[in-house]
């Protein structure tokens, strides 16, 4: 006879080993810690993530059927580079889904959760303002991510996710910019006007601010950041 739960507790699943693997990989993609043309192993990536090769393996291969990481000759596999044509796409999808995945959100969002948000906010201006790019992508993902994460649509969830792991390792390229103070990505940064508009429930004015923080990033850098040649 199945025993009586004593305390009213749900039973906790452990998520899989292939699984975390994956997202730690996704995270690393998104956050811009990998750059543009870097190759990568799955030997190396197991070494550091402390496991062995098989889950890595299998993660690299979704990535790679996902167009986030490209195969080479030699077995290895590498974040793409991409050309100017392909960025301004890929950010102009971007203003698309997370513009209307912010929106969503708005409707839906509770306290608790913009107490989160504001303190990924200040997070990402404290990261700007002292000049750490590796700080500001995580925090710049990490802001977005927890406005989109409740936008109530998973599968607007996954093609967001699907389009910030091929434009995530070339955010890193702002690191260069600004005359060396990162600060100046602020000029350009609206993370601040959309968390204001979630706090008064405004879904177009958080949406607006959003797809203007996208679609100016994206001038900035095709502007400014080396691409490959067309």
Known sequence: MARKPQFGLSVVEAEPLHEKVYREIVRALVSGRFEPGQKLTSRKLAQELGT???PVRAALMRLQAQ?????????????????ASEFAQLMDARTVVEGGATERAAGLVNGNNLRTIRKLSDELTSAAKGGDINRYLVANYDFKFAIYRHCGNAPLLFLIETLWMQVGPFLRRYAGSFDGALSGILDIDYHEEALAALEKGDGAKAREAIVRDISEGAVYLLKNAEFTSE
């Open 52 to 54: 062995s090769d098989m």
């Open 67 to 83: 167009q986030a990481l490209r195969p080479l000759p030699n077995g290895s596999l590498e974040v793409p580079q991409i050309k």
